[in-house]
């Protein structure tokens, strides 16, 4: 979770059949000014084993996850992974992990347990490679180039919804054949930066065709992973100031007083009108009371390393053409 972001002002561009200047634009453009910037960083803690040994592994102490989220243990951990990471440090994967950078060719081995609803405790042996058993006393050894990594998520997809994570040591020293998982709370540092954020400014009376084509770094700095989007934040925060949205930055689907939902499959644009109020079901037809708070736009990724927005702009209906 690095922070990059140029100070770039909104663009929009007339389409190409139009008669005149003076006729509104058909889409407004989102640039890298137009987005968030934000800073992360992880304290993975690390517990020390026995090596080569089959484990007891437990996670009945995951009460929170790494948002601060209240868990339950043996309702929401859906999946428990053990990553083997070649000729990278502790320090090395937290960085990778906090800026959504570790990739499959950081990974010499992986094994995966989906707990039945009600179990808090499972032996390292119960893992699998994709269904297959595996020799414990040969993937869990204490070799220097090896960093190992567990991980307690939400769901069954391995990888996804991280709710807790733990590095483990194995040591000929030690005689420890118990794991317990910690809180994911406080395990995550982030904060976010909207008030340097150029805001995108939109016609009060459209159209808003929002076009993200051009932007080139996500809120954390890294490359814009235009496949990574899966769904799209809008939503309305009434009498909220910048400084309240940022100190909950991971909590925007949740506190949002007035949130629509807008169906995507894929591309780089959206039109506003798409969207359909989640109270209520009707479409989104403008922006009510502009000036009595915060308007936002966010496009997320469900399934990304790093749960913050790729983007998150401020949308000004006021500051728009007309």
């Not at 800073?39 to 089959?54: G, H, M, N, V």
């Not at 709370?185 to 993200?212: K, N, Q």
């Not at 949002?256 to 989640?278: K, M, N, P």
Request: aromatic share 6%; glycine share 8%.
């Amino acid at each position: 979770m690095l922070c990059l972001g140029a100070a770039s002002a909104p663009l929009a561009c007339d389409s190409l059949d139009t008669p005149s200047s003076s006729t509104a634009p058909t889409e407004v453009f989102i640039v890298d000014g137009n987005n968030y910037q934000s800073t992360a960083s992880l304290s993975i803690p690390t517990t020390e084993t026995a090596t080569a040994t089959d484990l007891e592994i437990c996670w009945e102490s995951i009460d929170s996850d790494l948002k601060c989220h209240d868990v339950e243990p043996d309702l929401d951990v859906g999946n428990v992974t053990l990553l083997r990471l070649l000729d990278l440090s502790k320090s090395d994967v937290e960085d990778r992990l906090s800026s959504g950078q570790l990739s499959q060719s950081n990974l010499d081995g992986y094994l995966d347990f989906e707990p039945a609803d009600g179990t808090r405790c499972t032996q390292l042996s119960s893992f699998t490679l994709r269904g297959s058993a595996v020799d414990i006393e040969q993937e869990y050894t204490d070799e220097a180039d090896h960093t190992y990594l567990l991980l307690f998520a939400n769901g069954t997809v391995p990888g996804v919804g991280a709710l807790s994570m733990l590095f483990l040591d194995p040591s000929s020293n030690s005689s420890n054949t118990r794991v317990d998982g910690v809180p994911g709370c406080g395990l995550l540092d982030f904060s976010a930066d909207l008030s340097s954020v150029e805001p995108i400014e939109l016609s009060p009376t459209g159209p808003w065709v929002l076009d993200w084509s051009e932007l080139t770094r996500d809120g954390l700095g890294n490359d814009f992973a235009f496949e990574r989007v899966d769904h799209i934040l809008l939503a309305f925060y009434e009498d909220a100031t910048i400084a309240e949205l940022e100190s909950e930055i991971m909590d925007l689907e949740l506190i949002a007083t007035l949130r629509w939902d807008i169906e995507y499959s894929g591309g780089h644009s959206v039109d506003l009108t798409q969207g359909v109020r989640r109270d209520t079901g009707d479409p989104f037809a403008g922006f009510p009371n502009p000036n009595s708070g915060i308007w936002l736009l966010g496009l997320m990724c469900g399934t990304c390393q790093n749960p913050a927005p790729l983007l998150l702009s401020v949308l000004d209906p006021v500051g728009g053409h007309t």
